[in-house]
C-alpha cells in the first residue's frame, strides 16, 4: 500500500542520515588523529632547529657578527611562531576529542591581563604598534589560568598580526552584565562584513577582504572559541568591515556567580 511504501522511504532515509552521521563522526575522529601525531611529529625537528639557531649566535667565531645575531634571532622568532601554532593543534585535537581538562581555580583576570599585556609589549613595539590596556581591578573568574592566558596571548596575537605599523591594539577588561568582559580591539584590516560568520572556522584562511587567502590556518581563532566555550563563556567577532578594525569578544562568568551556582547545587 501507500502508507506501507511511505514508511518504508522514511525508514530508507533514516537510515542513510544515520550512515551519514555515522561516516562524518569517523572522518573527524581520524581527522583529530592526524593532527596530533602531525603535530608530535612536528615537534621534535623544530627545537633542534631553535637549540642549533641558539648555539650559533653564542658561538665565540659567530657570536660577535652582527648579520648572524640577526639572522639567529629571526630563526628563534619562526620557530617560536611555528611552536605556537602546533601547540594549538595539539590543543585543538584535545578539546575536541574530550581529552582537555581545565583545572579550575579562582583566578584574578586584571592581574593576569596585565601580565600578558606587559609581555607582549616588545612585540607591538617591534612592530610600530601602540598597545593601549584598560583594566578594571578585581576582575574575578574561576578558571583555567594556562588556558585564559592562550585565550588573551591569540588573541593578542592576532590583532598586532592585521594591525600596520603606526595602528592600534587595546586591550580591556571590565565587569559587564554579570560576566566578566575582555576586549581586544584594533585599528587594523577589519573583516568584511559577510564573513565573520566564518571567522572562528577551523582553516578558514579569511583574508581582511573575506576571501580565501594566504593570511594563516585560523587554528588561533578556532581554538579561542573553544577554549572558551569550555569555560561555560562567549566570544565573539565584530567589525564596520574592510580597512576599519575588528573587535574580539570574551564574556566569561564571574567568581561568584559560579560559586553561587555550586552552593545552589
Known sequence: TGSRRHALAQENLLLRERQAHSKARLANATKDRFLAIMSHELK??????????ELLARRAETGGLAPVQRAAATIQRAVVSQSRIIDDLLDLSRVRTGKLRLDLQPVELDELVRGLAEAAGEEARRKGLVLEVACEAGVRCVCDRVRVEQIVSNLLANAMK????????????????????????????????HALSRIFELFSQIDPGGTPGNTGLGIGLTLVRELVKAHGGSVEATSDGTGRGARFTVRLPLADRVEAADDAS
Open 162 to 193: 592585521f594591525t600596520p605599523s603606526g595602528g592600534r591594539v587595546g586591550l580591556t577588561l571590565e565587569v559587564s552584565g554579570g560576566h566578566a568582559q575582555l576586549a581586544v580591539a584594533d585599528t587594523g584590516t577589519g573583516i568584511a562584513l
Open 44 to 53: 621534535q625537528p623544530l627545537n633542534l632547529i631553535h637549540v642549533q639557531a
